[in-house]
């Protein structure tokens, strides 16, 4: 069974160098390349330099049911992107957004891994759901010419949302945007067509650090916790949508 279809957002107008993040993909996402070579949003971006970094784009689902909005990827997911599996859908990555969601809504909630709950959310992230970022080239954390900013964030979605929004008819559908980042943008963009036009969901970050006091996955909370009790109500709207989507 495939997941995917063959276009993605990747690519970036030109010619891919020698040594680019081309190199060595797999034949789904090489096939995402050739398609979306034409595109140029990159080529107005500042930091259109970062040779090697291309955008990291996943190809999206055959069925768009919802739109997954994470930061950045790292220069870590460079190595397992080249070697995605188009069978194998969202999950293949272990140390990723899409599966780490999965796994603290379940926690947080305490949807046992057979429930009903469990099996429809995670139908919808590992295979209905188009995974994005809010700044798609790679960051290196502490690198001073790789770092994540939201300035360059905020350029790069620019750039990249209306085009997404249009390319994969993403209107109609469930929108989930992970962390702070993205919640600050959306308050300075509500009338972005990619917010106005889906049902918008606000969730923490799911990386295993985001444990604090705040608006986090902290476990440990009381159940009066203001932030705690705010994350509940949108999981169980959540669920609500996907459980008839």
């Known amino acids: 069974m495939s997941f995917f279809t063959a276009a993605s957002c990747a690519g970036r107008g030109g010619d891919i160098s020698e040594g680019s993040l081309s190199e060595n993909l797999t034949e789904p996402l090489l096939r995402s390349w050739d398609a979306m070579l034409i595109m140029t949003p990159c080529d107005r971006c500042s930091l259109k330099d970062w040779h090697y970094y291309h955008p990291i784009c996943m190809p999206s689902p055959k069925n768009i049911q919802g739109i997954l909005i994470s930061r950045d990827p790292t220069t870590d997911f460079i190595e397992p992107y080249k070697h995605y599996d188009h069978d194998k859908g969202l999950f293949q990555y272990k140390e990723a957004p899409p599966t780490w969601l999965y796994n603290r809504i379940l926690s947080f909630m305490k949807y046992g891994s057979n429930s009903h709950e469990s099996i429809y959310l995670r139908n919808f992230l590992n295979s209905n759901c188009y995974w994005t970022h809010f700044h798609k080239c790679p960051t290196l954390k502490g690198d001073k010419d790789f770092h994540f900013s939201y300035k360059h964030g905020k350029e790069c979605a620019g750039f990249w949302f209306d085009y997404e ?26 009338d972005n067509q990619l917010f106005k ?34 994350i509940k109500k949108t999981i169980e709207e959540l669920m609500s949508r996907v459980l008839i989507s």
């Open 197 to 230: 036009n889906n049902t918008v969901f606000f969730l923490p970050h799911p990386s295993g650090i985001n444990m604090g006091s705040g608006w986090s996955w902290n476990p440990n909370k009381p159940e009066g916790d203001v932030y705690k009790k705010e």
């Open 165 to 190: 929004y249009s390319t994969y008819n993403l209107n109609g559908k469930i929108l989930i945007l992970l962390g702070q980042d993205l919640k600050k943008y959306y308050d300075e963009n509500p």
